[in-house]
């Protein structure tokens, strides 16, 4: 089984407006870590935001939320306002300390902001 | 530096040679991550060290593929004998060993094997 699912692998959205990117997850672990990573064109790989499975309260990072629901195991990165820098791929990530601390990645979604 | 090195940053060799990627971690972060990520798709895990050693080699795609770890910091991963399809960016990350630490991204090495 997949530890870690993005079902959407393109999104648009309007400039201004926000959007849900959505990711499901998979553990037997009671703690855990979920990560959301950015990487535009230029490649590189930016770290977002991060929710810890026994934060009661979603984690939010500027204009970046993550809408966490553990019973449904999914974590969805709502980004508000869109702009047109935010035009990349996303990633959910996890991390499980009953595989020694692996890290594991979603297949992605890329988003594309219209203006 | 303060964040993730990797040499070569571009590599271009010809089909059959062996090639060497290296990776310098952020100075004591003990978890090292090799991945793999062709043009326009997602991340394939290679490898994962804790310190010197490999808990998890269950990405390498073939006993082609081999990483090292010395000193619990630099990495590196060889390729012998490449292949076309191994042409793709290696990207090397580093954290800290607990579930809330994140990880670390190097900007990549550029592999084309022609």
């Known amino acids: 089984a997949q530890k870690i699912t993005q079902t959407q692998p393109g999104m648009f959205v309007q400039e201004k407006e926000a959007v849900t990117l959505d990711c499901t997850y998979d553990t037997s672990d009671q703690s855990y870590g979920l990560f959301w990573y950015k990487q535009p064109s230029s490649g590189e790989m930016i770290f977002l935001i991060y929710q810890g499975s026994y934060d009661e309260q979603n984690a939010t990072e500027g204009r970046y939320s993550l809408n966490f629901q553990k019973a449904r195991k999914s974590a969805n990165l709502v980004i508000s306002a869109s702009q047109l820098g935010d035009s990349a791929m996303y990633f959910c990530?996890?991390?499980?300390?009953?595989?020694?601390?692996?890290?594991?990645f979603g297949t992605g979604t890329s988003l594309t902001v219209i203006p | 530096g303060a964040g993730v090195s990797q040499s070569p940053s571009n590599k271009v060799t010809e089909k059959g040679k062996d090639v060497e990627l290296r990776c310098d971690p952020i100075?004591?972060?003990?978890?090292l991550y090799w991945y793999r990520q062709s043009l326009g798709q997602g991340l394939e895990f290679l490898i994962y060290?804790?310190?010197?050693?490999?808990?998890?080699k269950s990405g390498l795609p073939s006993d082609r593929f081999s990483a090292e770890r010395t000193g619990g910091s630099v990495s590196t991963l060889t390729i012998q004998r490449t292949q076309q399809e191994d042409s793709a960016v290696y990207l090397c990350?580093?954290?800290?060993?607990?579930?809330?630490?994140?990880?670390?991204f190097g900007e990549g090495s550029w592999l084309t094997v022609v």
């Open positions: 060290f804790q310190g010197n050693s490999a808990p998890d």
């Open positions: 990530a996890m991390r499980e300390p009953s595989t020694g601390n692996q890290f594991y």
């Open positions: 990350a580093s954290s800290l060993v607990r579930a809330g630490n994140t990880i670390y």
């Open positions: 100075s004591g972060h003990t978890a």
